[in-house]
């Protein structure tokens, strides 16, 4: 087992690695607004909200499926054959569904792009989109399986290289447009999450992986509790990918582009807390395979007692200083994007509140609670667009979205903490 120590450094330096990747992805947005304006930057946005709402549904929950399992029997003292049957199969079952969509698209580009974009004119993204499913998904499954071990070192050197240092180098090459810059990218991140998803695939099957034959029970295992969370996946992917492909048909890309922004705004808080649950997941699904009832409940309120009040803190200073950020990041043309950003704030602390429970109900409870909660927000967020399609109107329909799902998030954590029968089904998985 890991020592606390040793995990403690891991997951300092995981949170450094995932506060790396946000910065480089502002780092991008900015210079991909400098570089190609705001006709480009809305395609550029576009494209990746496109891949967004496609790749989580392709991966049937496996990337949360791998890392939980893999921790749930470690906690058990199963055998190493068994974590790698189950890592042989959710790699290579997660994977396929993304090379086949890969495939149609490629082999499709103008009704892809009309799928997609509902603007057949947008057919130069449909290859970086493409070839974006396939790297993202193939680094999604790899780091995930290396987390689900604990092997947070070659797991973060992997998502750095894929998600933080590639994207800035993409740009340092001068690329002629959004659809060469996001081309090169997914290449580059297929080669290199490609080759880190076949030694993974290679290790799982040197030990033992297929050696009483192909391992269907661990696939079920996989499949029953990843697909189960599916909806949610899709919802996350859509409460913020949506709004912007809908005010693409309304006002355009331009405009499309600032919403993303202010959308973006939001996920650059969140991504301050997400580390945390990249540990969390694994770390939680050990105690609740332990039926450390206690342990668990210390865990939600130190979540709470640090995350909530800092998030908080972090929307007063943001709020003052929206004007001048938004112009010294994108550039005076982009100042119609200030209110946008100032009414995605407002959603900040909820989303936070999902975002650092939602790892503590996953390890609880195999019931796809936060897909429920996913579905319910994604609702209320799609709902009023029928009537209203401005950006500010967007945006606020994603800002009540945001709250629902926080309080739903809080409300599920207090109901599955008091019932033991929540780890007492988790630990039976």
């Known amino acids: 087992m890991t020592r606390p120590r040793t995990l403690n450094l891991q997951t300092a330096l995981t949170v450094g690695v995932e506060l790396l990747v946000a910065a480089s992805a502002f780092l991008v947005l900015r210079l991909a607004a400098r570089e190609f304006g705001p006709q480009g930057f809305g395609e ?50 997660g994977l396929l569904p993304s090379i086949t969509v890969t495939a149609a698209i490629l082999l499709a580009p103008g009704p892809a792009a009309r799928l997609l974009f509902e603007d057949r004119a947008l057919v130069t993204l449909s290859a970086p989109v493409a070839l974006g499913l396939l790297g993202v998904s193939a680094n999604t499954l790899s780091t995930a399986a ?57 290790r799982a099957i040197r030990g033992g992986g297929l050696r009483h034959g192909w391992p269907s029970g661990e ?27 809908i005010l693409i048909r309304s006002r355009g890309v331009a405009a499309a582009g600032q919403l993303s922004f202010a959308l973006s705004v939001v996920t650059l ?23 450390d009832h206690a342990g668990l409940r210390r865990l939600a309120r130190r979540l709470a007692l640090f995350g909530l009040p800092l998030a908080a803190v972090g929307v007063i200073v943001a709020w ?83 709250v629902l799902l926080g309080l739903l998030t809080g409300a599920a954590v207090r109901s599955c903490l008091r019932q033991a029968a929540c780890s007492a089904r988790s630990s039976h998985e």
């Open 44 to 93: 550029f946005v576009a494209a990746r909200r496109g891949l967004a709402l496609i790749q989580l549904p392709l991966l049937m929950g496996l990337g949360i499926a791998l890392p939980r399992f893999a921790a749930l029997h470690g906690s058990r003292d199963s055998d190493a054959e068994t974590a790698h049957r189950h890592g042989f199969a959710g790699l290579l079952l």
């Open 146 to 202: 290396l987390r689900g071990h604990f092997a947070l070192g070659y797991a973060n050197l992997l998502q750095l290289a894929v998600m933080a240092v590639l994207p800035v180098v993409v740009f340092a090459t001068k690329p002629a447009g959004a659809a060469q810059a996001l081309w090169l990218q997914g290449l580059i991140a297929t080669l290199i999450a490609g080759l880190a998803w076949c030694a993974l695939l290679y």
């Open 219 to 245: 696939a079920r295992q996989l499949l029953r509790y990843g697909i189960s969370r599916i909806p949610g996946e899709f919802a996350l992917a859509a409460l913020f990918s949506l709004p912007t492909l």
């Open 269 to 291: 808080f969140a991504t301050a807390f997400a580390p945390i649950g990249l540990v969390l997941l694994p770390a939680a699904s050990r105690l609740a395979g332990q039926g």
């Open 320 to 402: 003052p200083l929206a004007r001048w950020f938004t112009i010294w990041y994108l550039g005076p043309a982009f100042e119609e994007a200030v209110p946008l950003v100032r009414l995605g704030l407002l959603g900040v602390v909820p989303y936070v509140v999902y975002i650092l429970f939602r790892n503590l109900l996953d390890a609880m409870d195999v019931r796809p609670i936060n897909s429920r909660n996913l579905l319910v927000a994604l609702v209320l967020t799609i709902l009023p667009t029928f009537l209203w399609r401005s950006a500010e109107a967007l945006a606020l329909s994603t800002v009540g979205g945001l």
